[in-house]
Nanobody
Framework: QVQLVESGGGLVQPGGSLRLSCAAS????????MGWYRQAPGKQRELVAA???????NYADSVKGRFTISRDTAKNTVYLQMNSLKPEDTAVYYC??????????????WGQGTQVTVSS
């Protein structure tokens, strides 16, 4: 069992910043990819940013230049620094992680989600 716990969401004005954190715990041998997805009301869940264990990153075009993903591999934690936030960034943000468990099985887990609201 692998659990992901997110924190850092909230209400922010347009142009403001927020930092999301997600800590993975449980039967983890190694995390491979950690990332953030978001889902706005009435829309499909979409990838925001992801980072591999080697440090390669991938961003949605809509957040490039504004959001930065990073990770602390030793702590199995991933961060999302969000700057210059826009109302269209409003969504529930979900953490995702995949990798190898202590039983050498593949795992892919989701966090419970954290609300980000950008509004004046």
């Amino acid at each position: 069992q692998v659990q992901l716990v997110e924190s850092g969401g909230g209400l922010v004005q347009p142009g403001g910043s927020l930092r999301l954190s997600c800590a993975a715990s449980g039967s983890i041998r190694r995390t491979i990819t950690m990332g953030w997805y978001r889902q706005a009301p009435g829309k499909q869940r979409e990838l925001v940013a992801a980072i591999t264990s080697g440090g390669s990153t991938n961003y949605a075009d809509s957040v490039k230049g504004r959001f930065t993903i990073s990770r602390d591999t030793a702590k199995n934690t991933v961060y999302l620094q969000m700057n210059s936030l826009k109302p269209e960034d409003t969504a529930v943000y979900y953490c995702n992680a995949d990798g190898i468990s202590t039983t050498r099985d593949w795992f892919a887990s989701w966090g419970q989600g954290t609300q980000v609201t950008v509004s004046s």
